[in-house]
């Protein structure tokens, strides 16, 4: 099926941001996400930013009612509480150390969530926040932005298929060299990025790795990390203990292998994020500076190059096409489709079709949750010396099974 805009909800969620105002990096993702499908959400209020002046002058900038531009995000959900029209969902796009007492404050006003990567420092927090979304009946969505595209579900459905054979060695890398000086000291964004009371236990491993093994684990669906072995420096030594730079080696359960690359010093790299899958059969590539190509390359046969929005396609590799094969699509559309999943996630969750939800593929709680503890046993690993650190904890780990088929979906 084709997104066209059609509404699949019944009418769109009155939606809010935390964060994401004018000076910030990431807001307008999230606009152009949540507004791509003006059928799934309205934009009504916003805490958009630190200074309350600036959040106001900004909200009426983007066409919104002064009196619904906060100074914070408390005053935010108390006073939409008191409104019959009030918010029903948050985004938040706030720097990571915020993101844990903004979801909590968030659920417990009975708004959904949907928040940005890292989501918080530690599992504790991402298994209480899992346990409160659950009593609140709310979701909690998590924005990592490449997780919606079409080629990350063909990919997913060929492995399912067993068209690579048994998975055997996983390769991830998000590098870039933005970081290769101490930018930090002029920029804010950089700044609180390297700053571990904000930024978290990790630098790059939080703020770029968490995607691309968001993405491994989409498409990967049946494989688990044992444990791993990391190694982390700081090229630029002020940054200490935060790393910009780190090596990761992966043990999976079903004895594949893998390795990560996370880099901020990667000098030149525009390439940003690649995962390489290789099974016994076949590899499949897929780079999200190249997003509608898909490389598939069986042992002894000439190379293929896979289009996004072709027939060729599987039927879930097409349920997200929206342009048609002859127009790229990226980072815009790919957000676009997970806050599309979100609304239909809320909408679903506010009926109670918890039979739909069951099965309903996309980056929830659970991804987010895995995001932190990957962080989590990296740092684990590298701050006792680059020791292989057992993955498996006390938690356990969930992953629907199967991706959705929008067109059963009735909301
Ligand atoms: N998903 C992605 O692709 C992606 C890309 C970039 C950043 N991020 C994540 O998004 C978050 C924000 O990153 P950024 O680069 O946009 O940061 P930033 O520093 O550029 O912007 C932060 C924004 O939040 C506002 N803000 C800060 N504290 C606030 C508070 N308490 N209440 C209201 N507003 C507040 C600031 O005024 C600013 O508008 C981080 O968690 C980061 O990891 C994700």
Not at 96 to 124: M, Q, R, S, W, Y
Not at 180 to 190: H, P, Q
Request: net charge negative; charged share 25%.
């Amino acid at each position: 099926m084709a997104i066209n805009g059609e509404k699949m909800i019944k009418r769109p969620l009155r939606w809010a941001m935390v964060g994401g105002g004018r000076t910030g990096q990431v807001g307008y993702k999230h606009r152009i996400g949540a507004l791509r499908d003006n059928t799934a959400y309205e934009l009504v209020a916003g805490a958009f930013d630190i200074d309350a002046e600036r959040c106001k002058d900004f909200g009426i900038g983007l066409g919104l009612d002064g009196s619904r531009c906060y100074p914070d995000y408390k005053t935010m959900f108390a006073e939409e509480a008191k409104r019959e029209d009030g918010i029903e969902v948050v985004s938040i796009a706030t720097p990571n150390g915020t993101h844990f007492e903004i979801t909590k404050a968030a659920l417990n006003a009975g708004i959904h969530v949907i928040c940005e990567k890292p989501l918080f420092f530690t599992t504790d927090e991402a298994m209480e926040i899992k346990a409160l979304a659950e009593e609140k009946g709310k979701i909690v969505g998590v924005t990592y932005g490449f997780a919606g595209h079409p080629l990350i579900y063909q990919a997913r459905k060929m492995i399912q298929n067993g068209e690579l054979g048994d998975i055997r060695v996983v390769m991830m890398d998000y590098t870039h060299g933005f970081f290769g000086e101490d930018v930090e000291k002029n920029n804010a964004a950089a700044k609180w990025r390297v700053d571990p009371k904000i930024s978290g236990p990790s630098y790059v491993l939080g703020d770029i790795s968490t995607h691309t093994f968001c993405i491994s684990e989409m498409m990967l669906p049946h494989m688990k990390v044992e444990k791993l072995l990391c190694d982390r420096q700081s090229f630029v030594a002020s940054r200490a203990p935060l790393e910009d730079n780190a090596h990761v080696l992966i043990h999976y359960d079903n004895g594949a292998v893998g390795t990560m690359w996370a880099s901020g010093v990667n000098s030149g790299c525009h390439r940003s994020q690649g995962i390489r899958i290789v099974g016994s059969k076949a590899s499949i590539e897929w780079r999200d500076s190249d997003p509608n190509k898909l490389l598939f390359e069986v042992q002894g046969e000439p190379n293929q190059v896979m289009f996004r929005g072709m027939p060729y396609l599987n039927e879930e590799g097409l349920e997200y096409e929206r342009l048609g094969a002859l127009h790229e699509e990226g980072l815009g559309e790919s957000w676009a489709n997970i806050y599309l999943q979100f609304a239909i996630a809320i909408d679903a969750k506010d009926r109670g079709d918890e039979e739909f939800l069951k099965d309903f593929l996309y980056p929830d709680i659970n991804f987010g949750l895995e995001g932190v503890r990957w962080v989590e046993k990296c740092v684990e690993s590298a701050d006792k010396g680059g020791i292989w650190v057992d993955y498996e904890t006390e938690y356990e780990t969930e992953y629907k099974t199967s991706t959705s088929d929008l067109k059963q979906y009735v909301g």
